[in-house]
């Protein structure tokens, strides 16, 4: 992954902590405003739109805006966004930050499927590789519809639609239709064949209170070490109607990508990368000997001839936010979600485990004839979600007193199977083609969640200067996992393993309290605080995944369901914000936020292999056990210097000590990780943005250090500390023929060409983990018109 970090500026109607953006948010996200508006400082001069807004919240809430998204890299993603915030680790290896495969985000501790995600309040599940209950951001809406993305770092909003959010929520907001009839068109090209366009129509007001958008979106790229390609096409529509009464949205999205994946190297290792021979059949062909497998010297470090990530999405809501007076409001949203996807990896029939796979079905064929003549097989894992839910919110206002009342539904049935298909020598399939007719079903499962969220909770503006809050919600997970087709057990790891034929196991947690106060010290200083519990729901997926349906028996399935717990945690934090203009020569403000926070993370889960030389590809099976708690403390301090001259300078500097707990068994064998460092977590991270803005002028560099991340439970093995720059400025034409504004914008990412490790996956193995590597500097221009 490039990292990029630009020009961090709190807007200027910020002033006073107003806890408001430039463009005021939806009502949904108003719910924590205070009753009385404080008195505006001046704006920060040459402020600009770029925006990192200090959201006025009894717990530490950061937002970037939609300028600044842009300039990061026009049609970045909204999670990479969120990489200029302390605390915040995101890797992956597109400099857009879209592919999902190998992409890894750390917040305080906490991996992606430990936290919360919506977009417009729609959960989109715990972004999961492998989806079960939802869908990544940028699936949901291309990045230049994206009004702002916010960060809860250690506790979300008690209405959060998830039931995964333990170290914090990460909500997307999408922008309104414009109130002004045009539109905009973005085309952007760059190394390794990048291109990637945008166009999107407002139809301004009509009707009398009505404005809607549509745009579209179409992007390729090629991967930078080997040739598949990355992109898609996506589809946005949105439609806003306001009255005097109600607020009625309506939003669709449709996504249709093929993603090729970068394939990770098993460390230690010489190997930097491992390119997939595509679309050189005849090099791959050559590459195996007679029975299909890969040299010996290559061990898990082989080559595929594919690899690829199949996505297509429909989503969509409609929202109606009723206002029966100035004191009472009742929202309510119902969406739909379908997703049909696969995964699919052209890979030797003789590697790693994987003949082992294919005789156990043909034990008596000559496999290689049998799959294509290749010595390759396409290996799916093929997967489908039908999801509805309704999220009602009911806001009474009463003298000092803010009430809200809440709650959300979802009902989702999902697939997950493992097929083996042939791959012919003759006429080979497209990787940007699903393969039908399988020679082998390995196994699947099917599930079927039912979730019920309610939440009270009472806002009490006890003076001007002090709010405090209270409330509790329930959250209640009811999963029923059935097994359709289960696994022959001669294909299995290890031997004597099954795939469990399932049930109902239940995440149950009736009291999940939280507790804050926010309280104004002065004009420009603020103190927050904030004690919340959270739980964990059981993710819905099979065999060789940490879940109690991914346990290979049956018998361990059922002792799971009597004696398993989700994870929970609870999470203490306390900041100041502030925001001082200054008369200190060319100094003329700063403002920023400084934060501690206090984890203890319960019952955690961890995937104990029982074959860990197997890889992921194969399926391997593991153990799921609850292997004790993790301890975090960590601060978290961020500012901006502004300057005169249109200067400005940004640092977001973050500490984090996640340790776990306690030791475990693997087999007979105790693991010592008690006291360990958590994999992947850094101890130090640093970002810094210089910047200068002058009207239709801006420059930037940036720089992000991440420090040294252990990459086993023992922290026997570590990634070196390292140190990312980039650069990005533009310039805007005004009153150009035809068009209304021009711009045009250059992209540097990695400056320095800096080879490291991004994502790293941990195993149980000692001295042994997997990572992929950090892509090359690349070069992007990115040219668009406004009508």
């Known amino acids: 992954m490039r990292h990029h970090y630009h020009f961090l500026l709190f807007c200027s109607a910020l002033s006073g902590f107003s806890g408001m953006a430039c463009a005021a948010p939806p009502a949904a996200a108003q719910a924590d405003a205070p009753v009385a508006k404080k008195a505006a400082l001046p704006p920060a001069p040459h402020a600009g739109e770029d925006v990192v807004v200090t959201e006025r919240r009894t717990r530490s809430e950061l937002s970037v805006g939609s300028a600044l998204i842009q300039k990061i890299l026009p049609g970045t993603s909204p999670i990479q966004a969120?990489?200029?915030?302390?605390?915040?680790?995101?890797?992956?290896?597109?400099?857009?930050?879209s592919t999902e495969q190998n992409a890894a985000l750390y917040i305080h501790g906490f991996a992606q499927s430990q936290l919360g995600f919506t977009m417009d309040g729609i959960p989109l599940g715990d972004q999961t590789y492998n989806n079960y209950n939802g869908l990544s951001p940028q699936r949901m809406i291309s990045s230049e519809n994206v009004a702002r993305v916010s960060l809860s770092a250690g506790a979300g909003d008690l209405g959060t639609a998830s039931t995964s959010n333990l170290g914090g929520t990460i909500q997307t907001v999408s922008s309104d239709p414009s109130t002004t009839r045009g539109g905009r068109v973005s085309q952007s090209f760059g190394s390794y064949a990048a291109f990637r366009t945008f166009g999107r129509f407002d139809t301004g007001t009509f009707g009398g209170n009505n404005r809607?958008?549509?745009?579209?979106?179409?992007?390729?790229?090629?991967?930078?070490?080997?040739?598949?390609?990355?992109?898609?096409?996506?589809?946005?529509?949105?439609?806003?109607?306001?009255?005097?009464?109600?607020?009625?949205?309506?939003?669709?999205?449709?996504?249709?990508?093929?993603?090729?994946?970068?394939?990770?190297?098993?460390?230690?290792?010489?190997?930097?990368?491992?390119?997939?021979?595509?679309?050189?059949?005849?090099?791959?062909?050559?590459?195996?000997?007679?029975?299909?497998a890969p040299p010996k010297a290559a061990g898990l470090n082989f080559r595929d001839y594919a690899s690829t990530a199949l996505r297509q999405d429909f989503i969509g809501y409609v929202r109606d936010e009723h206002r029966f007076?100035?004191?009472?409001?009742?929202?309510?949203?119902?969406?739909?979600?379908?997703?049909?996807?696969?995964?699919?990896?052209?890979t030797p029939i003789g590697a790693s485990g994987i003949s082992k796979i294919l005789t156990a079905y043909y034990p008596d064929s000559d496999i290689r004839s049998l799959f294509g003549g290749s010595g390759f097989t396409n290996r799916t894992t093929e997967y489908s979600i039908s999801r509805e839910g309704v999220i009602s919110n009911l806001n009474y206002r009463l003298g000092q007193h803010e009430f809200e009342v809440g709650g959300w539904y979802e009902r989702n049935v999902n697939t997950f199977e493992r097929r083996w298909y042939p791959f012919s020598a003759t006429s080979p399939l497209s990787p940007y083609d699903r393969p039908?007719?399988?020679?082998?079903?390995?196994?699947?499962?099917?599930?079927?969640?039912?979730?019920?969220?309610?939440?009270?909770q009472d806002r009490w503006h006890v003076t001007r200067d002090l709010t405090l809050q209270a409330g509790f919600k329930s959250s209640l997970q009811y999963t029923n996992g059935r097994l359709t087709v289960p696994g022959l057990p001669a294909s299995l790891s290890p031997a004597g393993s099954t795939t469990a034929a399932g049930g109902q196991i239940d995440a149950v947690d009736a009291f999940l309290p939280g507790f804050g106060a926010t309280w104004r010290l002065s004009a420009h200083d603020q103190f927050?605080?904030?004690?919340?519990?959270?739980?964990?729901?059981?993710?819905?997926?099979?065999?060789?995944?940490?879940?109690?349906?991914?346990i290979p028996s049956q018998a361990g399935f059922e002792n799971f369901r009597q004696t398993g717990k989700p994870e929970t945690s609870w999470t203490y934090e306390a900041g100041w914000r502030f925001n001082h203009p200054l008369a200190a020569g060319p100094l003329v403000g700063i403002d920023g936020q400084l934060s501690y926070y206090h984890v203890d993370f319960s019952n955690r889960l961890l995937t104990v292999s029982s074959s860990p030389q197997i890889t992921s590809l194969t399926g391997a099976a593991s153990l799921l056990e609850n292997v004790g708690g993790v301890t975090t403390n960590g601060a978290d301090a961020e500012f901006t210097l502004h300057f005169t001259h249109h200067l400005s300078l940004y640092d977001a500097v973050s500490y984090n000590k996640s340790t776990y707990d306690n030791n475990y068994l693997s087999g007979t064998a105790v693991v010592a990780t008690a006291g360990k460092n958590v994999v992947a977590v850094p101890d130090w991270m640093n970002k810094f943005i210089f910047a200068y803005t002058d009207h239709n002028l801006f420059a930037q560099i940036t720089g992000d250090y991440i420090g040294r991340r252990y990459a086993t439970y023992l922290n026997d093995l570590s990634v070196s500390p390292m140190v990312l720059f980039g650069f990005n400025g533009g310039y805007t034409f005004h009153h150009l023929p035809v068009l209304r504004e021009?711009?045009?914008?250059?992209?540097?990412?990695?400056?320095?060409?800096?080879?490291?490790?991004?994502?790293?996956?941990?195993?149980?193995?000692?001295?042994?983990?997997t990572a992929y590597p950090v892509a090359p500097r690349q070069f992007f221009v990115t040219l668009t018109g406004r009508f």
């Open 436 to 456: 039908t007719d399988p020679l082998i079903n390995q196994f699947g499962n099917d599930f079927h969640t039912n979730t019920f969220q309610t939440h009270i």
């Open 742 to 769: 021009g711009s045009i914008q250059f992209n540097v990412t990695n400056l320095t060409n800096t080879r490291n490790w991004s994502t790293i996956l941990a195993t149980n193995a000692s001295k042994q983990f």
């Open 82 to 97: 969120l990489e200029v915030l302390p605390g915040v680790i995101y890797t992956t290896a597109d400099p857009w930050g």
């Open 212 to 292: 809607a958008y549509i745009s579209f979106l179409r992007q390729d790229a090629r991967a930078w070490d080997y040739h598949e390609h990355q992109g898609g096409q996506q589809v946005n529509v949105k439609f806003l109607h306001d009255g005097r009464k109600d607020r009625i949205t309506f939003y669709f999205s449709w996504m249709d990508k093929a993603e090729g994946n970068e394939d990770a190297v098993v460390l230690p290792s010489n190997v930097y990368t491992r390119p997939s021979f595509y679309p050189e059949l005849g090099q791959a062909m050559a590459y195996l000997d007679k029975t299909g």
């Open 325 to 346: 007076s100035d004191a009472l409001t009742w929202t309510t949203t119902a969406y739909g979600h379908r997703d049909a996807s696969a995964g699919v990896v052209t």
């Open 528 to 550: 927050f605080a904030n004690i919340q519990k959270n739980m964990r729901g059981y993710q819905a997926l099979g065999y060789g995944y940490a879940t109690p349906w991914g």
